[in-house]
């Protein structure tokens, strides 16, 4: 009874393929994050779905697309996959506040992707 | 704007002694402020938060953090370090400004020795 899962937990792949990340969450949550942790362990926010509605798109290349066909289910998919790609993605939801802020996220426990 | 400062990229304690791993934040607005725990090879875990309540929050664990508006400071400690306490420690702002981002400091690794 995991409460945000990700797979596949380990991805190893070579440049310039396609790839995608899946998370599903059973919190009943309505609001979904794609984070992006580096090796140096720092997160950066890279996009965040309310009700399948996407809220929240960083500075990201347009090689990443996040697409969520519920709002329990938020899904990562990259193409054309190159070296500084390689990296820790978190998946994490979490409740809409009218506030805007003030929700802790549920983590999922990442998606090593290696790109070789 | 928000933006947080994790005074410590590693703090190494010593088993049974106490645990303080320092954050002082920046925010345009009464924040909100979370500490959250990563072991390794997993997610990231909700150890506590404060959301304009009182002022010394307790989380899971034994850990807790004292909010200080004057220093702008949100530190986390522990009175007595456990070996399972060794892990990577993440201070978050959020404040109303912010749509729903949480800013995450750049961490502090703790190391508990035997």
């Known amino acids: 009874d995991t409460a945000v899962s990700q797979t596949p937990k380990y991805l190893v792949t070579q440049m310039g393929n396609d790839k995608s990340i899946k998370c599903e969450q059973n919190?009943?949550?309505?609001?979904m994050y794609w984070y992006k942790q580096d090796s140096k362990k720092f997160l950066k926010i890279m996009f965040s779905y309310n009700n399948k509605e996407l809220i929240i798109n960083e500075t990201v290349p347009n090689r990443f697309s996040p697409k969520s066909p519920d709002k329990a289910h938020l899904n990562l998919h990259i193409n054309s996959l190159e070296l500084g790609d390689s990296a820790v993605y978190f998946c994490?939801?979490?409740?809409?506040?009218?506030?805007?802020?003030?929700?802790?996220?549920?983590f999922g426990n990442g998606t090593r992707l290696t790109v070789t | 704007a928000q933006s947080v400062t994790q005074l410590d990229s590693h703090v190494s304690v010593s088993e049974g002694t106490p645990v303080l791993l320092r954050c002082n934040y920046s925010?345009?607005?009464?924040?909100?402020l979370f500490w959250y725990v990563q072991h390794p090879n997993k997610g990231l875990q909700l150890l506590l938060k404060?959301?304009?309540?009182?002022?010394l929050v307790k989380g899971i664990n034994g850990f807790e953090a004292e909010f200080k508006k004057s220093e702008t400071s949100f530190h986390l400690t522990k009175p007595s370090a456990h070996m399972s306490d060794a892990a990577e420690y993440f201070c978050?702002?959020?404040?109303?400004?912010?749509?729903?981002?949480?800013?995450f400091g750049s961490g502090t690794q703790l190391t508990v020795l035997p």
């Open positions: 925010s345009s607005y009464s924040p909100s």
């Open positions: 978050v702002v959020s404040d109303r400004g912010s749509a729903r981002q949480l800013t």
């Open positions: 919190l009943g949550h309505d609001t």
């Open positions: 404060y959301t304009s309540a009182a002022t």
């Open positions: 994490a939801s979490s409740h809409f506040t009218l506030q805007g802020f003030g929700s802790p996220l549920h």
